[in-house]
């Protein structure tokens, strides 16, 4: 397997919480990990397997972080790159816009050209809507710390099986 870029921001808790429990997953001569908040676009597309953390902030937004990154994506040339994304979200106190931060990312990145893989099931969350939802599924890996916490271990560590089984069929 090409080696992962793990990019998330250092300065998060929750976000890091969940990087570290998928950096346990992976053999450390598989994923590098980067700080969100100080990547460069070089670092980015030095990677063909990509996962980033996506928080939604707000009402449904991207973080400041990688607000501030898009103009630079929306430059790059993404074709033959596999991107997972998780986030996470507060299915309870924001139902409109669950896990959005995902979805916008997917979106963003999808224009340029990359391959989203790691879509998991709706099964099991209540909410009114998320950009992150296509059918019955999440573009990604959506978390809710305030209202399934007890769940995140077996939601990560099944998205990290899959995972490994994406991004090795890639290499193909």
Sequence with gaps: MKKIGLIYSFNTNKTSQVAKKILEYFDAKEIEEIN???ISEEKFKSFDNLILGCPTWFDGELPNYWDEFVPAIEEMDLKGKH????????????PENFCDAVGLMAQILEKQGAAIVGF????????????????NEFCGLALDFEN???LNKKRITAWCDKLKTEFNQAKN
């Design 83 to 94: 991107i997972a994304i998780f986030g996470n979200g507060d299915q309870v106190g924001y």
């Design 148 to 150: 399934q916490a007890k």
């Design 36 to 38: 969100a908040e100080e």
């Design 120 to 135: 998991t099931s709706t099964s099991g969350y209540t909410f009114e809507s998320s950009l992150a939802r296509r059918n």
